[in-house]
């Protein structure tokens, strides 16, 4: 069946390092691609998207990386500071207008 | 420019009661679509409302209905309230002028607690 997964469950960083955030997906059909940030008692917030006709796509601070022959898409945060830290999910559209959701990343930035 | 707000913030019911949750798109935005977020889960999508007419539904019951209105705003409608259903349920809204695959603005959602 369809699942949206990550490698790591919890993540810390420093502040100031970059930080990567992994997620493998099993559908190949999926066609859209996103990350999403949930800060406790909120709502996810929109991070940045990608279409499966591309590779990479980077916003501010932020660079999502997709390959299509392993089912693997990353979110790399740059110089991360004590504001992302947070719950981190990838998402993905397969055709249609549902969106799969993963468990999510948990990300803590060291001070 | 308003976001996507829904209401109430929290809510608890008992088991065989009914719920119904509201949602107001962000302005500009058509489509709606709800979620539940179990505790330490992602989100799950339970269906999506456009020109009115539910045109996607998730693996979820019969016991969960939607309606959208002229307005775009939306209502989920949970009848039969079982433990299993205390979670978050969330509100996101997109532009459906686009087609599918586009970014969708989320609520801060309703916390529905089922004693």
């Known amino acids: 069946g369809e699942s949206v997964g990550l490698h790591l469950p919890t993540l810390s960083v420093q502040e100031g390092d970059n930080s990567i955030i992994n997620c493998a997906y099993s559908?190949?059909?999926?066609?859209?691609f996103i990350w999403y940030k949930q800060e406790s008692g909120k709502g996810p917030q929109f991070i940045i998207d990608i279409r499966s006709n591309m590779d990479k796509r980077q916003g501010q601070r932020v660079t999502v990386l997709l390959n299509k022959t392993v089912k693997h898409l990353s979110l790399q945060i740059a110089a991360t500071q004590p504001g992302d830290s947070a719950v981190y999910f990838c998402a993905e559209n397969s055709g249609g207008f549902k969106t799969i959701f993963g468990a999510g990343t948990r990300l803590f930035v060291k001070a | 420019d308003a976001g996507v707000t829904q209401s109430p913030t929290h809510l608890i019911k008992t088991r065989g009661q009914q719920v119904t949750l509201r949602c107001s798109p962000k302005s500009g935005h058509d489509t709606v679509s709800w979620y539940q977020q179990a505790l330490g889960q992602g989100p799950q999508f339970i269906f999506q409302y456009y020109e009115e007419e539910e045109r996607q539904r998730g693996n979820f019951p019969d016991r969960f209905s939607g309606h959208q209105f002229p307005n775009y705003s939306s209502e989920l409608n949970v009848n039969a309230l079982l433990l299993g259903d205390s979670a978050l349920y969330l509100c996101?809204?997109?532009?459906?002028?686009?087609?599918?695959?586009?970014?969708?603005?989320f609520g801060d959602g309703t916390r529905l607690s089922i004693l």
């Open positions: 996101a809204s997109s532009d459906g002028r686009g087609g599918y695959n586009q970014p969708q603005h």
């Open positions: 559908n190949s059909a999926s066609d859209y």
